[in-house]
């Protein structure tokens, strides 16, 4: 396989960011610098980042339902709690590096996925795929029925316009709380759409990522997510 397809699926990080550290030289085969990803490796090569061996693991696929105050990286420069620090994951006593499937802010909770495959990763995290998530916002204050009405039609922020898939209301009489079905991946978009509303989000929490639900996972807990899962978040057969 391509090296760059090889370090996506060795856990490095996503093809396209692989493709980027091989041209940079920060990956070499057999103690050379290789600086082209499209590289054939051959079944012996030893490949080297960062002072470590790269080397291809079974693929693993985690959903994690994160509490709050955790942040959603690999590593933090401030020493906080990340989601990997949650999940002790080994094969034959090796510890997996897994990395999250996109970003949810510190405070946001719900449904996370890791993985040790980069490539799939780059493709449920990618745009072009228009993969729903469904979110519950907790207001400060009941959502008014015009503020109801300019949610569900949709407005500008500052980088683009925000159109939900679906609004509603997940408790009849409790208008405090809104469901929302987005496919955008924007920075804080939810909070930001309910801010220029005039309002604040008190906690936001992701309670479904395309097929896959939060359902019996209780905050903080973890399980493997099965192929079967995965082929069906990717649509195939």
């Not at 090569?45 to 942040?71: F, H, S, T």
Request: charged share 30%.
């Amino acid at each position: 396989m391509y090296l760059s397809v090889y370090l996506a699926r060795g856990g490095v990080c996503a093809r396209r960011k692989a493709a980027e550290l091989v041209k940079e030289g920060q990956i070499s085969v057999n103690g050379d610098v290789i600086l082209d990803p499209a590289y054939l490796v051959q079944p012996h090569d030893k490949i080297v980042y960062m002072e470590r061996r790269v080397q291809l693991e079974a693929p693993m696929y985690v959903m994690l339902n994160k509490p709050r105050g955790v942040v959603s990286s690999c590593a933090d420069e401030k020493r906080r709690k990340t989601v990997v620090d949650m999940i002790e994951l080994r094969i034959n006593r090796r510890p997996v590096r897994l990395y999250p499937v996109g970003r949810l802010d510190k405070e946001t909770t719900g449904l996370l996925v890791l993985t040790n495959d980069g490539t799939i990763a780059q493709k449920m995290a990618h745009p072009k795929y228009e993969i729903k998530k469904t979110y519950m916002a907790t207001l400060d204050k009941e959502l008014t029925h015009e503020a109801y009405e300019a949610l569900k039609k949709g407005f500008f922020l500052y980088d683009g316009r925000f159109v939900p898939d679906k609004v509603y209301y997940p408790r009849k009489h409790n208008k405090f709380v809104v469901g929302l079905v987005v496919h955008s991946g924007k920075y804080r978009v939810i909070r930001r759409a309910f801010y220029k509303l005039g309002y604040e989000v008190n906690s936001l929490d992701r309670i479904g990522y395309g097929p896959l639900s939060l359902r019996g996972l209780a905050r903080g807990a973890w399980r493997l997510l099965s192929a079967d899962e995965i082929k069906d978040f990717m649509g195939e057969k």
